[in-house]
């Protein structure tokens, strides 16, 4: 049997915790996992753990999802190697960057996940534009767990997704929240009106999801002429 890959994760805040519990879950072996923070604690059993990189060579994998502007000070202290890919969860940091922290890489990938990574329920924009076949898949499956992948050929294109993905879960829970303090001005109570809020907008997006029809059908077949719906 091949021997899966070495991975470093450099980082375990919320978006690394996420990952490595996602990797787990997946069936990566705990033993391959090599987290790299002073500050992770209470992690896993088998993961290995340490401040600082250990010694040894460089790994398979380097994950960082650290914040970026630690990014000047950790890079130097990180080894990589051309069969090293570099998975950035970065924001703002564009691979250009990545290979100037981390020259001699044999891949520089950027991706950008959203909150509800945390529960396997998010979606991220994917980019490694040297990425061959086979590196393609190693990535896809390190972010699979995180909840569905999309792979963009433009890095430019991160604007866009950061509006709509990365911060657009803020967007849609404020509107939720404002959803329910419509129905608490309506006599609901604050519990039952958020349980509402919140169901309405999960419910809806599978519903677009899964049937396939636009948003906008979706809102017409709700709407009756004159109706509450037409009139909110």
Same mark, same amino acid.
């Given at each position: 049997m091949k021997a899966h890959p070495s991975i470093w994760l450099v980082g375990c805040g919320n978006m690394g915790g996420a990952m490595l519990n996602g990797w787990l879950a997946s069936g990566i072996p705990a033993d391959v996992i090599q987290v790299v923070d002073p500050l992770a *604690? !209470?992690?896993? !059993? &088998?993961?290995?753990? *340490?401040? $600082?990189? /250990? @010694?040894? &060579?460089?790994?398979? +994998?380097?994950?960082l999802a650290i914040k970026p502007q630690m990014l000047a000070d950790v890079a130097p202290t990180l080894p990589v190697a051309s069969t090293t890919t570099v998975i950035s969860v970065l924001a703002g940091v564009e691979v250009e960057t990545l290979g100037k922290a981390l020259p $001699? %890489?044999? !891949?520089?990938?950027?991706? #950008? /996940?959203? #909150? =509800?990574? %945390? +529960?396997? @329920? &998010? +979606? *991220?924009?994917?980019f490694g534009p040297t990425l061959d076949a086979a590196g393609r898949d190693q990535v896809g499956d390190l972010v699979a767990p995180l909840g569905r992948v999309e792979w963009i050929? @433009?890095? =430019?294109?991160?604007h866009g997704v950061t509006g709509v993905s $990365?911060? &657009?879960? =803020?967007?849609?829970?404020?509107f939720a929240e404002a959803l329910a303090a419509g129905g608490v001005g309506e006599g609901l109570s604050p519990d039952l009106a958020l349980r509402l809020a919140l169901e309405t907008l999960s419910g809806s997006a599978r519903? %677009?999801?899964?049937?396939?029809?636009?948003?906008h059908d979706l809102a017409e077949s709700v709407r009756s002429p004159n109706g509450t719906t037409h009139a909110g």
């Open positions: *604690s !209470a992690l896993p !059993a &088998g993961v290995r753990h *340490s401040a $600082g990189p /250990p @010694e040894g &060579g460089a790994p398979d +994998i380097l994950v $001699g %890489a044999g !891949a520089y990938v950027r991706v #950008m /996940p959203n #909150m =509800a990574a %945390a +529960i396997g @329920e &998010g +979606i *991220s924009a994917v050929d @433009e890095e =430019a294109l991160f $990365g911060s &657009g879960p =803020a967007f849609v829970l404020r519903l %677009a999801l899964e049937t396939g029809k636009s948003p």
